[in-house]
């Protein structure tokens, strides 16, 4: 499942009916700028690795640019949002060992030092108001990232972040309606930190990374004030694609790696499961979010089926099509470039599914 595979051979392809001249168009065009900025694209088809490309481009460490990088298997790359879905597992994880009583536990209770920051209807938070970011707080991310007007750059400006997410006033009720928000996966990190005593980086490695053989990764802390311990948990975490794509067969897989149950299926399928729906910015319908992970309905060559996805900003995703048994990884450097017409998900659409889709299933 780790090997690379070559553009000259790959018996997989054969097994699996994809035609290997076209694969190759498909790094031509990538190579060429046509998909401009992509860095990595591996397919993952019934559980098995078809194709794993790697590409040179100009790239950025937490925002900090780094030149141009020829990127390879061994390439840890800014995963952005990803990491929320990281979290996200990190939670299901703590729910699974009795950390976490449920998701309909209250915010409040993990934070007595604020109590006078719950008042009026905060009270009523739960985690699963945070995991599927219907909190109601105010709170604006559809502007650049190095906005003042931003809620995540002002998050990463206050010295105390969980404070000032959780004193931030609300638009809305709790639990009535998204509004994309990473100060909510901050929260849920420090309340992953708080019931086990550990912080979040080692909770992972112990009970994520660990089990999944992932043995190098990186985990930016808010540097933006002196002595922070704060680590990114919406944005920060580096991985390899392959690491990224061991994510990706871990959920296809109900949670089950190599003999372990790491997550539990009953956690999969909840934070695969549509909480809230909001007009699509992917297609002409509506997306919808679980916990922490994106969906929509899609329609390709005539087969409807449900989209699901880790996204993070520049390109970086794992999709998830479970009734086709596909999964796709992107990584790329077209961060908080909104103009860019051919992303990962028109390479996914208008290249990649032609070639590797059953279109007898």
């Known amino acids: 499942m780790n090997e690379i595979i070559s553009e000259a051979s790959c018996t997989v392809c054969d097994e699996h009916r994809i035609d290997?001249?076209?694969?190759?168009?498909?790094?031509?065009?990538?190579?060429?700028?046509?998909?401009?900025?992509?860095?990595?694209?591996?397919?993952?088809?019934?559980?098995?690795?078809?194709?794993?490309?790697?590409?040179q481009g100009r790239d950025q460490i937490f925002g900090k640019d780094i030149g141009v990088i020829q990127h390879s298997v061994n390439t840890l790359h800014d995963v952005r949002s990803i990491t929320k879905s990281v979290v996200s597992a990190c939670v299901g994880i703590a729910l699974d060992k009795g950390l976490i009583k449920s998701v309909d536990q209250k915010v409040a209770f993990f934070f007595?030092?604020?109590?006078?920051?719950?008042?009026?209807?905060?009270?009523?938070?739960?985690?699963?108001?945070?995991?599927?970011?219907?909190?109601?707080?105010?709170?604006?991310?559809?502007?650049?990232?190095?906005?003042?007007?931003?809620?995540?750059?002002?998050?990463?400006?206050?010295?105390?972040?969980?404070?000032?997410?959780?004193?931030?006033?609300?638009?809305?009720?709790?639990g009535e309606k998204f509004n994309y928000n990473g100060g909510t996966?901050?929260?849920?990190?420090?309340?992953?930190?708080?019931?086990?005593?550990?912080?979040?980086?080692?909770?992972?490695?112990?009970?994520?990374?660990?089990?999944?053989?992932?043995?190098?990764?990186?985990?930016?802390?808010?540097?933006?004030?002196?002595?922070?311990?704060?680590?990114?948990?919406?944005?920060?975490?580096?991985?390899?694609?392959?690491?990224?794509?061991?994510?990706?067969l871990l959920y296809r897989n109900k949670g089950y790696w190599k003999g372990d149950q790491i997550i539990s299926a009953e956690w999969v399928k909840e934070s695969f499961t549509q909480r809230v729906?909001?007009?699509?910015?992917?297609?002409?319908?509506?997306?919808?979010?679980?916990?922490?992970?994106?969906?929509?309905?899609?329609?390709?060559?005539?087969?409807?089926?449900?989209?699901?996805?880790?996204?993070?900003?520049?390109?970086?995703?794992i999709y998830w099509d479970l009734k086709n048994d596909i999964i796709v990884v992107t990584t790329a450097g077209n961060y908080n470039d909104w103009d860019v017409k051919k992303d990962p998900y028109v390479l996914l659409r208008d290249e990649i599914y032609p070639l590797i889709l059953d279109k007898e299933a």
């Open 20 to 55: 290997v001249p076209s694969m190759n168009k498909i790094t031509s065009k990538i190579k060429a700028q046509e998909y401009p900025n992509i860095h990595s694209v591996l397919i993952v088809k019934n559980g098995e690795l078809v194709y794993e490309k790697y590409f």
């Open 112 to 174: 007595p030092e604020l109590k006078s920051v719950f008042t009026g209807e905060k009270i009523n938070w739960t985690i699963r108001d945070f995991l599927t970011m219907t909190t109601g707080i105010e709170w604006k991310e559809d502007v650049p990232y190095d906005h003042a007007e931003n809620g995540e750059y002002q998050m990463t400006h206050s010295e105390v972040p969980v404070e000032y997410v959780l004193s931030r006033p609300l638009g809305s009720a709790p």
């Open 185 to 248: 996966t901050q929260v849920l990190a420090k309340i992953i930190e708080r019931v086990s005593s550990t912080r979040l980086d080692q909770f992972a490695t112990e009970n994520l990374f660990g089990p999944l053989g992932i043995e190098r990764f990186e985990w930016s802390k808010y540097s933006v004030w002196e002595g922070s311990d704060e680590f990114a948990a919406s944005s920060g975490l580096r991985l390899t694609s392959q690491d990224l794509m061991k994510i990706g």
């Open 277 to 317: 729906k909001f007009p699509s910015a992917v297609t002409k319908g509506n997306d919808a979010y679980g916990y922490q992970f994106w969906m929509w309905a899609e329609l390709m060559l005539d087969i409807p089926f449900k989209m699901i996805a880790a996204r993070g900003n520049g390109g970086q995703n």
